[in-house]
């Protein structure tokens, strides 16, 4: 009977929820002067009527009420974000310090670096960093491209697009599915190697 409240209140609470959002939409970005934060996604699913927190450098949870499309959280993701109090909503959740709108989010460039060895990748779900960047950003392509004469870059290609170095640092990224901004990084003539694609898609 409890587990069946719980339940009961959790939806209770995702409807308000969208009631809230849909009358006070705001507009969310990744604008590197307009992300004042940073943080680490931590997944609370564990506990009853919680999903994901982020965690501030300070330690403090912040439950967010509103997350971009294309912005999927994944436990252990490293942000940047701002965020606005939204004193006016309750949770059932209770493992928070308090909730949140965010205004700003972004990965931060070393999200997915490990070390610095440089690694030529031809079967991406081996390597971990490549793995977890296609888990988290859930790209319909990934082309590799020569880059910096000894090196290789890898382009993630989808609704927004990611450019990684060999060692999983960010390059380049661009809101939207266009590739020319990061493509003039590697070199306009580099030709690149499809090394993954997701299932459905065509080249």
Not at 96 to 108: A, F, P, R, Y
Not at 150 to 173: D, M, P, Q, R, V
Request: charged share 25%; glycine share 6%.
């Amino acid at each position: 009977m409890t587990k069946f409240l719980n339940i009961s209140s959790y939806y209770l609470f995702v409807f308000c929820w969208m009631i809230f959002v849909g009358c006070n939409a705001t507009k969310i970005t990744d604008n590197e002067a307009s992300c004042q934060h940073k943080g680490t996604v931590k997944d609370m699913s564990d506990l009853d009527g919680c999903q994901f927190l982020i965690i501030t450098e300070k330690g403090e949870k912040l439950l967010p009420l509103n997350m971009p499309d294309d912005f999927p959280l994944k436990d252990g993701q490293q942000i940047k974000f701002s965020f606005r109090d939204a004193d006016a909503m309750a949770s059932i959740c209770m493992a928070e310090d308090k909730i949140v709108e965010i205004t700003c989010i972004k990965l931060l460039q070393d999200t997915y670096s490990q070390n610095e060895e440089c690694l030529n990748i031809e079967h991406p779900a081996e390597v971990g960093w490549m793995k977890k960047a296609i888990e988290d950003l859930n790209p319909d392509q990934v082309v590799k491209y020569p880059f910096q004469t000894t090196t290789w870059a890898y382009l993630f290609k989808g609704k927004n697009t990611y450019l990684y170095g060999c060692t999983g640092k960010l390059i380049c990224n661009t809101s939207g599915p266009s590739t020319e901004s990061c493509l003039k990084k590697i070199g306009t003539n580099k030709v690149g190697t499809v090394i993954w694609q997701g299932e459905g898609v065509n080249d």
